[in-house]
């Protein structure tokens, strides 16, 4: 037969073949039933949960067809299948488990993960002799992880997200060769990492991070041979990192990051020819970077964030030629940046911020072609001009983090023909730097977040036309700049519309930028920072343009100690996102306008240190204002001022000191430990959020 007879035939075959298939799925479905053993043990488990399962009823014979089951005959000639498979994962279903699962005693595979099943763990499931998959991660378990385990047939165990507590020194392991996969992490366990974990020699991935567990990792962990991940971070573990490590020869990932381990990094990962990720960031490391991980040809990632590395950036990037993530920062390293580094082609993410580097940015930077996120903050860099002329080169560039650098320079202005086409991110805040706004930012067509903050810079507010579409963030607080806030400011698209979900560019931004990991681990989420507009710290005057009132998305708006003037527009009533509105310390005159009871989301009001007059409206959110809010104001009257509202109010209270019982910043804004809001009293908004002390 040729093969285009065979292609003829090839569809009649086919059906045949489904025919043969879907009549002895008939017999099956009308002759074999479940075994009255397993029927008995699901109605007991269905019983005991709140929740009803799908398609599940009474005991009967017809159980393998209910939902989340399947049944084998496990190759006997009874027509009564068994219970292999159970999976009832992401169901909503309520309730605790009883020890009835254990009942169907040839279950292979029981997955209820991510659902909300709570109570204790009940023993007997952990010596299920068949049992090789159990999954009950993502739940709400809480007590102890059954100590006494023996489960000769398991492969993988997840317990991982749940409330549970106590020692993890199972007996899993004596009795469980087989287990490949143990995740333990996220939740509230603690003691030491178990001796008798060795006995689990086939253990390829551990999971036990975000715990409680402490004192030293025991020699006995790093004879478990086979070991692909090691997940240990966010727990308290301590002491120093043993050279038993190098031992694991097929290590991929390991994981120690916030802990308290101190010492030298032992140079001892020639041996880990396939380690990819090391992550040990929040720790004590001190010493200098090891031989071995400057020379590691597989490694990744490599993030010592926040450690006592000293020495300089050695790395070899002449056999690091998959070095991605490179994020040192916090460490005692100094000296240059060596022009070599950027021989690390592949670098996506490079952090060097908070240490003692000085010299200015290599020229050979323009040739990281694939770089995306780079902090150089906090360092004694200089030649913030030559530095942005490198850098322009780098087309992937999405984030640019220059703060606390650069002291007391010039940002340059237009002339020097600077183009940042793929920035979404751009701070320099905090260095003292003269100069102008620089518009030539206008050509970053795609910036979101803008932070110039804490600097000296002096001129007018660029106008910015028609740029912009996806900037929700604009802080340039704490400067000289004078001339009247631009009417373009109040055109900015996404102030007026923000969908958060059309997150724009900021969504494919790097996640991984520093911070390590740790119970609060909270990833830089730029586009969680609420939409802002801060100018105050400057001399700006003029007006405060009613068409604020059309940034119906804005929801900080700070435009506090300035020299503004003019009545608080009645229109701002139109902001229906703002949370936090700060008029301090101007000259604003006339009436607090009623309307601004309709700001539902405000929280956070300061209008202190003004000329206003009149009464304090009382609807609303405005209630809920303290003094503060409010004083310095000799005509104001009602409300919660001192001055109750007489026929005649210019007795008005002396105002107080400035700042007193300020009311904090009530947004939730995390962008990982150090970094965040700082509110203090006596400002009336702590901006420049990020790399600041
Ligand atoms: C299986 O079902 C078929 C069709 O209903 C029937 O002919 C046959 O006798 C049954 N076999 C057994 C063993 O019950
Ligand atoms: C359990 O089910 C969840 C959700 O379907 C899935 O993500 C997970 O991988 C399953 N667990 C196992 C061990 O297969
Ligand atoms: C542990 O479980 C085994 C098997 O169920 C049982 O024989 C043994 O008595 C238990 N030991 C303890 C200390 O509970
Ligand atoms: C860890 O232990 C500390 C002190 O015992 C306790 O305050 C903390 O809540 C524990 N954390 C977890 C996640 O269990
Ligand atoms: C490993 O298991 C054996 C029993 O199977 C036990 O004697 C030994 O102490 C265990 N090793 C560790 C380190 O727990
Ligand atoms: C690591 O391997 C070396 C050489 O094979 C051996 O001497 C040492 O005992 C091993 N260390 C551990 C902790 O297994
Ligand atoms: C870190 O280690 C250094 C010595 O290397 C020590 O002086 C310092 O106290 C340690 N810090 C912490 C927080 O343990
Ligand atoms: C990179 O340059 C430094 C000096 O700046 C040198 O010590 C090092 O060997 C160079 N590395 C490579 C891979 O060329
Ligand atoms: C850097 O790596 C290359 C390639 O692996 C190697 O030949 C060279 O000796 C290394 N340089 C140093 C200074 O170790
Ligand atoms: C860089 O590292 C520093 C500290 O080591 C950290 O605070 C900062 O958030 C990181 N920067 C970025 C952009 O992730
Ligand atoms: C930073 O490095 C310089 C030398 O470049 C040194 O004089 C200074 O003491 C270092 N500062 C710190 C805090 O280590
Ligand atoms: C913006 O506000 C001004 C003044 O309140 C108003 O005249 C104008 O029509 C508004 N523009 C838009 C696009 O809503």
Same mark, same amino acid.
């Given at each position: 037969?040729?093969?285009?007879?065979?292609?003829?035939?090839?569809?009649?075959?086919?059906?045949?073949?489904?025919?043969?298939?879907?009549?002895?799925?008939?017999?099956?479905?009308?002759?074999?039933?479940?075994?009255?053993?397993?029927?008995?043990?699901?109605?007991?488990?269905?019983?005991?949960?709140?929740?009803?399962?799908?398609?599940?009823?009474?005991? %009967?014979?017809?159980?393998?067809?209910?939902?989340?089951?399947?049944?084998?005959?496990?190759?006997?000639?009874?027509?009564?299948?068994?219970?292999?498979?159970?999976?009832?994962?992401?169901?909503?279903?309520?309730?605790?488990?009883?020890?009835?699962?254990?009942?169907?005693?040839? /279950?292979?595979?029981?997955?209820?993960?991510?659902?909300?099943?709570?109570?204790?763990?009940?023993?007997?499931?952990?010596?299920?002799?068949?049992?090789?998959?159990?999954?009950?991660?993502?739940?709400?378990?809480?007590?102890?992880?059954?100590?006494?385990?023996?489960?000769?047939?398991?492969?993988?165990?997840?317990?991982?997200?749940?409330?549970?507590?106590?020692?993890?020194?199972?007996?899993?392991?004596?009795?469980?060769?087989?287990?490949?996969?143990?995740?333990?992490?996220? %939740?509230?366990?603690?003691?030491?990492?178990?001796?008798?974990?060795?006995?689990?020699?086939?253990?390829?991935?551990?999971?036990?991070?975000?715990?409680?567990?402490?004192?030293?990792?025991?020699?006995?962990?790093?004879?478990?041979?086979?070991?692909?991940?090691?997940?240990?971070?966010?727990?308290?573990?301590?002491?120093?990192?043993?050279?038993?490590?190098?031992?694991?020869?097929?290590?991929?990932?390991?994981?120690?990051?916030?802990?308290?381990?101190?010492?030298?990094?032992?140079?001892?990962?020639?041996?880990?020819?396939?380690?990819?990720?090391?992550?040990?960031?929040?720790?004590?490391?001190?010493?200098?970077?090891?031989?071995?991980?400057?020379?590691?040809?597989?490694?990744?990632?490599?993030?010592?964030?926040?450690?006592?590395?000293?020495?300089?950036?050695?790395?070899?990037?002449?056999?690091?030629?998959?070095?991605?993530?490179?994020?040192?920062?916090?460490? /005692?390293?100094?000296?240059?940046?060596?022009?070599?580094?950027?021989?690390?082609?592949?670098?996506?993410?490079?952090?060097?911020?908070?240490?003692?580097?000085?010299?200015?940015?290599?020229?050979?930077?323009?040739?990281?072609?694939?770089?995306?996120? /780079?902090?150089?903050?906090?360092?004694?860099?200089?030649?913030?001009?030559?530095?942005?002329?490198?850098?322009?080169?780098?087309?992937? /560039?999405?984030?640019?983090?220059?703060?606390?650098?650069?002291?007391?320079?010039?940002?340059?202005?237009?002339?020097?023909?600077?183009?940042?086409?793929?920035?979404?991110?751009?701070?320099?805040?905090?260095?003292?730097?003269?100069?102008? @706004?620089?518009?030539?930012?206008?050509?970053?067509?795609?910036?979101?977040?803008?932070?110039?903050?804490?600097?000296?810079?002096?001129? +007018?507010?660029?106008?910015?036309?028609?740029?912009?579409?996806?900037?929700?963030?604009?802080?340039?607080?704490?400067?000289?700049?004078? +001339?009247?806030?631009?009417?373009?400011?109040?055109?900015?698209?996404?102030?007026?519309?923000?969908?958060?979900?059309?997150?724009?560019?900021?969504?494919?931004?790097?996640?991984?930028?520093?911070?390590?990991?740790?119970?609060?681990?909270?990833?830089?989420?730029?586009?969680?920072?609420?939409?802002?507009?801060?100018?105050?710290?400057?001399?700006?005057?003029?007006?405060?343009?009613?068409?604020?009132?059309?940034?119906?998305?804005?929801?900080?708006?700070?435009?506090?100690?300035?020299?503004?003037? +003019?009545?608080?527009?009645?229109?701002?009533?139109?902001?229906?996102?703002?949370?936090?509105?700060?008029?301090?310390?101007?000259?604003?005159?006339?009436?607090?306008?009623?309307?601004?009871?309709?700001?539902?989301?405000?929280?956070?009001?300061?209008?202190?240190?003004?000329?206003?007059?009149?009464?304090?409206?009382?609807?609303?959110?405005?209630?809920?204002?303290?003094?503060?809010?409010?004083?310095?104001?000799?005509?104001?009257?009602?409300?919660?001022?001192?001055?109750?509202?007489?026929?005649?109010?210019?007795?008005?209270?002396?105002?107080?000191?400035?700042?007193?019982?300020?009311?904090?910043?009530?947004?939730?804004?995390?962008?990982?430990?150090?970094?965040?809001?700082? @509110?203090?009293?006596?400002?009336?908004?702590?901006?420049?959020?990020?790399?600041?002390?």
């Amino acid at each position: 037969m040729d093969s285009s007879s065979l292609l003829l035939l090839a569809p009649i075959v086919t059906i045949l073949l489904l025919r043969a298939v879907s009549a002895s799925a008939l017999v099956r479905s009308q002759n074999v039933t479940c075994h009255p053993v397993d029927s008995a043990a699901l109605y007991r488990f269905q019983k005991s949960l709140g929740t009803p399962i799908g398609n599940w009823g009474a005991p %009967n014979s017809v159980c393998c067809s209910w939902t989340g089951i399947s049944c084998s005959s496990l190759g006997g000639v009874s027509m009564q299948e068994r219970v292999v498979r159970l999976d009832l994962s992401g169901r909503e279903l309520a309730g605790q488990l009883c020890d009835s699962l254990a009942g169907l005693d040839r /279950l292979v595979f029981l997955n209820l993960s991510g659902n909300q099943l709570s109570g204790f763990l009940p023993p007997k499931l952990f010596q299920m002799q068949s049992l090789e998959v159990l999954d009950l991660s993502r739940n709400q378990f809480s007590g102890h992880f059954p100590l006494n385990a023996s489960m000769p047939a398991v492969r993988v165990i997840d317990v991982s997200d749940n409330q549970l507590v106590g020692s993890i020194a199972t007996t899993i392991c004596e009795s469980s060769t087989n287990l490949q996969s143990l995740s333990m992490a996220r %939740n509230s366990f603690h003691g030491k990492f178990p001796a008798s974990f060795t006995n689990c020699s086939d253990l390829r991935y551990l999971s036990l991070e975000e715990n409680n567990l402490s004192g030293n990792l025991p020699e006995s962990l790093f004879q478990l041979q086979h070991l692909h991940q090691l997940l240990l971070q966010g727990n308290i573990f301590s002491g120093t990192l043993s050279r038993g490590a190098g031992n694991l020869s097929n290590l991929i990932e390991i994981d120690i990051s916030s802990n308290y381990f101190s010492g030298e990094i032992p140079d001892i990962f020639e041996g880990t020819s396939n380690l990819r990720r090391f992550s040990a960031s929040m720790n004590n490391f001190s010493g200098y970077l090891p031989y071995s991980l400057a020379n590691s040809p597989s490694l990744e990632m490599l993030d010592l964030d926040k450690n006592s590395i000293k020495g300089g950036i050695n790395l070899n990037c002449s056999s690091m030629t998959r070095l991605s993530v490179l994020i040192l920062g916090s460490n /005692l390293l100094q000296g240059e940046i060596p022009q070599n580094l950027s021989s690390c082609r592949r670098l996506t993410v490079l952090n060097l911020s908070n240490n003692n580097f000085s010299g200015s940015v290599p020229s050979s930077f323009q040739d990281l072609g694939e770089l995306s996120a /780079l902090s150089l903050s906090r360092t004694r860099l200089n030649d913030l001009p030559g530095a942005l002329q490198t850098l322009q080169h780098c087309k992937s /560039l999405n984030s640019l983090i220059l703060s606390r650098a650069f002291r007391g320079e010039a940002l340059p202005g237009d002339n020097d023909g600077l183009s940042f086409e793929n920035i979404y991110v751009f701070v320099i805040a905090n260095s003292q730097l003269t100069g102008a @706004v620089p518009s030539w930012l206008r050509r970053s067509r795609s910036l979101s977040l803008l932070d110039l903050s804490w600097n000296r810079l002096s001129g +007018g507010i660029p106008q910015w036309e028609g740029g912009f579409k996806f900037l929700f963030y604009l802080d340039l607080s704490n400067n000289s700049l004078s +001339g009247n806030i631009p009417e373009s400011l109040t055109r900015l698209p996404r102030f007026i519309n923000y969908n958060a979900s059309s997150l724009g560019p900021l969504s494919s931004i790097p996640l991984l930028l520093g911070n390590g990991s740790g119970r609060h681990f909270q990833y830089n989420e730029y586009w969680n920072l609420p939409s802002t507009l801060a100018l105050s710290y400057n001399n700006l005057n003029g007006p405060i343009l009613p068409s604020f009132g059309n940034l119906t998305s804005l929801q900080v708006l700070d435009l506090g100690h300035n020299n503004l003037s +003019g009545g608080i527009p009645g229109s701002l009533c139109g902001m229906k996102s703002l949370e936090a509105l700060y008029l301090c310390n101007n000259h604003l005159q006339g009436t607090i306008p009623d309307s601004l009871a309709q700001l539902t989301f405000l929280s956070a009001l300061d209008v202190s240190y003004n000329d206003l007059s009149g009464e304090v409206p009382t609807g609303g959110q405005l209630s809920t204002f303290p003094g503060s809010s409010f004083e310095g104001n000799e005509g104001l009257c009602g409300g919660a001022t001192l001055n109750p509202c007489s026929q005649e109010n210019h007795q008005a209270a002396k105002a107080k000191s400035v700042g007193e019982s300020f009311p904090l910043l009530p947004l939730a804004i995390e962008v990982g430990g150090a970094v965040g809001f700082v @509110v203090t009293t006596g400002i009336c908004f702590a901006s420049g959020w990020i790399n600041r002390e």
